[in-house]
């Protein structure tokens, strides 16, 4: 049975984006390996000295705190819409069951009987998408969040076309250096989420009534009320990830035991994980990893769970652009695994599962 491997942060590879400058010295260079050296063999690392102010963290923190603090009539003034894959707007406790590569509607139902993820979500695109337009609430209801929570996401955009995308590209040494992934990401199709996962009685997680988020991608949906939040992989071509203080984030060891590390708050640190299309992108070459939210351990003097908060920022590349392995990961010896596939078909089914 999946546990905790009790490691020390530094298990998870941290990269210093400090030297990166404008991806052109043999610094940067550097950098791009030592980060595709993380992605082959966790497929999670921390990064340090990113450019994105701690400051700015911090306030979209507040802003979510408030956000979710309203009554839950005043959150539902921003519903998220029927369809899995319009991922904009409020979705309340409860609504979502994370379901990793399972498509069968008999299985999918099964699967959402089990005891769905006790979390509230509010997610964010690029405000001029003409394929998916975002869901805000009034802004007498909250003013000033659409203008911070906008602004937020263009700054983790600009993190991702300036530092990101380049270090991959110079790390897996595709063609044109540093410029390889950028034009595959030129219409920001990302989604900006805010998470709250309240706090909830531990009678309720220790009869399995609440979990948080299951361990994701291809995995069984656990039902041993230890773990509480299931096991998942992340969809899309890859993730940013800031985290409270509170923590619970765990990663499936690189040794393939089925033990999970845990991946605890360092302050002045950012998460990153690979996600499932950009491993299918690079032929496995990199490593999309299974990672979940577990609760706090629990000797039976907590009468309450702490709430959590974290902000994940998802990238995908251009929807309609259509995607074979990339140069360099795959010849005679290693043939290609996946057929070409547009960005936009994969992740719309992979949503609708979740919903």
């Known amino acids: 049975m999946p546990g905790t491997v009790s490691l020390q942060p530094t298990a998870i590879p941290i990269i210093d984006f ?10 940067a260079t550097e950098i791009g390996k030592q980060l595709v050296k993380a992605c082959r063999e966790v497929g999670f690392a921390y990064f ?7 400051a700015e963290v911090d306030s979209m923190f507040e802003w979510s705190r408030r956000l979710f603090s309203l009554p839950i009539e005043t959150k539902l003034l921003a519903p998220h819409p029927k369809e899995g894959w319009k991922h904009r707007g409020y ?3 409860g609504r979502e069951q994370i379901s990793q590569m399972v498509f069968d509607p008999t299985q999918l139902a099964e699967i959402r009987k089990q005891t769905p993820d006790h979390k509230e979500s509010f997610d964010i695109g690029r405000n001029d998408c003409s394929h998916m337009s975002n869901v805000w609430l009034p802004e007498e209801v909250l003013p000033g969040f659409k203008d911070a929570a906008s602004a937020f996401f263009d700054t983790c955009r600009r993190f ?65 009320i230890e773990f509480t939040y299931n096991e998942r992989k992340d969809y899309a071509m890859g993730t940013i990830l800031f985290q409270d203080d509170v923590g619970g984030l765990e990663v499936e060891s690189p040794h393939g ?12 640190t950012v998460v990153f994980n690979i996600g499932d299309f950009l491993m299918r992108w690079s032929n496995d070459t990199l490593k999309s990893t299974l ?27 251009d929807r309609d652009i259509l995607i074979d392995c990339l140069p ?5 010896d290693r043939p290609k695994k996946y057929e070409p596939v547009t960005a936009g078909a994969y992740i719309d089914m992979r949503l609708d599962a979740t919903y």
């Open 160 to 224: 991702e076309i300036e530092k990101l995308l380049p270090a991959l590209s110079l790390g897996l040494e595709l063609p044109g250096g540093g410029k390889f992934l950028e034009k595959y990401h030129q219409q920001g199709e990302n989604q900006l989420r805010l998470l709250h996962y309240p706090a909830v009685p531990a009678e309720a997680i220790a009869r399995g009534e609440k979990g948080r988020i299951s361990a994701h991608t291809v995995c069984d949906y656990l039902t041993d």
């Open 18 to 27: 400090a030297c990166f400058g404008d991806g052109t010295s043999p610094e």
């Open 257 to 268: 035991s089925g033990n999970f590390v845990a991946v605890s708050p360092i302050p002045g």
């Open 328 to 332: 360099g990961c795959w010849d005679e």
């Open 91 to 93: 979705s309340g406790v």
């Open 291 to 317: 990672h979940r939210v577990r609760a706090p351990p629990n000797d039976g003097k907590l009468e309450m769970i702490k709430e959590r908060f974290s902000i994940p920022y998802f990238m995908s590349s």
């Open 48 to 54: 340090r000295n990113t450019g994105i102010p701690q």
